[in-house]
């Protein structure tokens, strides 16, 4: 086995802190498109068609990054595969910055969402391998906080360069999230799990004792890490996510991840102001209330970091359903009887920040939790790809559809707000029914109990 140099001591807060940092990229890319959306559409006469083009295409480019993150971080580790998405986001962002055309900047988008892709799929999984057990919850929404944070940034930056319509700095305000990721992953160490499978047993050990503060409980860990690692010796296959073990695991994630999207985030997200716009607000008091959107976000989302390994992740899910449907039906009902504009766009505001409430709570904060918990090692990166592909393609259905189907010549506004709330009332009883609870145990204590449960034997 090969002995490496022992990696230097980091503090949890450097390793939780540039770990989760890749989610602020994920959160700026997403919600910057919102600021930008009424500049463009007036400059360049865009069509519904058109905005959901322009907006869906990072989820298109995320689609392929995803789809590579599987072999790179086989290849390459956790760490290597953040920090080359960090330095294509800062391509394809100047790329952005200074496209004079529409289908230029469509291409540039495609491109961020190639860093987005490999990023967003990556940083859970290295989040979740890091932290102990009994805070995995709270250092996986870890992730979920830098991604709100990500949003609310671009939509303060949004609303503070909106009087000098100053869309190409909007963009350009990633670089600085993706430059201080690259350095900052330059200096962190690799996933203590990925280390072992590569025989770098020494640094993992260091890796472990730098991440959960001290040797308690460090041999135990290492001495399950190992088993796990034995149970499979061959390399990782696409197939393997079908065996009769996992597959059980796989549609559970697979089902988070259409879940988080269908339930109707992006479609607020990313249009929000624009539908204020619609529904007779200034573009600047839209903007605003993107902003407030933002910080409820974040402020709901940094709640659940605190509850999320005491609660649990299951029942957050169900409340979140629950609040979401409730939302999103008088959503529906405001648009469709409420007549005076100022009071119909205060009352979809307040909506909207109750819709993002529950949405925090559960699905937001703890899907990728999940998805990053449920996977046995050996195929954790290509079931996170996979995950992470299926996410990217839901959110780029509704982001390209949402300025269609909410046009008043199709289904308008509030009876899109009734499709996302019966949306959600499938996801509460297929919650109940099929994900199970995950919090409080090691992943290797995950993995043991499901291939028991399977009767797949574990090698001495």
């Known amino acids: 086995m090969t002995q490496a140099a022992p990696a230097r001591q980091i503090s949890r807060t450097t390793l939780y802190f540039f770990g ?24 360049w006469a865009l069509t519904s068609w058109d905005k959901g083009v322009i907006t869906a295409s990072l989820s298109v480019g995320a689609i392929f990054g995803a789809l590579t993150s599987s072999r790179t971080n086989e290849a390459f580790g956790r760490r ?20 004079p055309t529409f289908t230029l900047l469509v291409i540039s988008r495609l491109v961020i969402g190639l860093g987005i892709g490999l990023s967003s799929s990556t940083v859970p999984t290295y989040l979740s391998e890091l932290a102990p057990a009994k805070l995995r919850g709270a250092m996986g929404s870890l992730n979920q906080i830098f991604i709100v944070s ?27 999230p993706a430059t201080v990721l690259f350095i900052g992953l330059y200096f962190l160490p690799e996933s203590p799990r990925w280390l ?36 499979d010796t061959a390399k990782p296959r696409f197939r393997d996510l079908f065996a009769g073990w996992v597959r059980p695991m796989l549609f559970v994630a697979l089902l988070l991840a259409m879940g988080q999207q269908f339930s109707g985030v992006n479609a607020i997200n990313a249009y929000f102001p624009t539908m204020l716009i619609g529904l007779g607000f200034a573009t600047q ?26 609660w649990g992740r299951k029942p957050l899910l169900l409340i979140g359903n629950v609040i979401m449907v409730i939302t999103l039906s008088a959503a529906g009902l405001i648009v469709l009887n409420v007549h005076d504009t100022g009071t119909r766009g ?47 393609a839901s959110t780029g259905i509704v982001s390209a559809t949402f300025p269609l189907i909410s046009d008043p010549k199709s289904l308008g506004i ?33 993995e043991l109990d499901l291939r028991e449960r399977k009767g797949v034997r574990v090698k001495s």
């Not at 949003?151 to 609303?159: E, G, K, P, Q, W």
Request: net charge neutral.
């Open 20 to 43: 989760a940092l890749g989610g602020i990229l994920f959160g700026y890319d997403l919600g910057v498109i919102s600021g930008v959306l009424p500049f463009i559409g007036k400059l």
């Open 80 to 99: 290597r595969t953040i920090m080359t998405a960090a330095v294509i986001v800062i391509i394809g962002t100047i790329a952005a910055c200074y496209s």
């Open 150 to 176: 990500g949003i609310l940034i671009a939509f303060l930056v949004s609303y503070w360069l909106g009087p000098i319509s100053a869309w190409r700095w909007m963009f350009a305000g990633a670089i600085l």
């Open 196 to 231: 072992v499978k590569a025989g770098r047993e020494d640094e993992a050990r260091q890796v472990l004792i730098s991440a959960h503060g001290g040797m308690t409980d460090i041999d135990e860990e290492m001495a399950t890490i190992r088993e796990v690692v034995a149970t």
């Open 285 to 310: 008091a839209a903007l605003l209330s993107g902003v407030l959107l933002g910080a409820t976000k974040f402020l709901f989302t940094a709640w659940v970091v605190f509850v999320v390994d005491r």
């Open 346 to 392: 205060i009352l979809m505001l307040v909506m909207m920040v109750l819709y993002l409430v529950g949405y925090e709570l559960g699905w937001g904060a703890v899907v990728w939790v999940m998805m990053s918990e449920v996977f046995p090692l050996k195929v954790r990166a290509t079931g996170m790809s996979i995950s992470s592909v299926v996410l990217w």
């Open 414 to 446: 509030g009876n899109s707000m009734f499709v996302f709330a019966g949306i959600n009332v499938v996801l509460f009883f297929l919650t109940k029914w099929l994900v199970p609870e995950t919090k409080g145990r090691t992943l290797e204590q995950i």
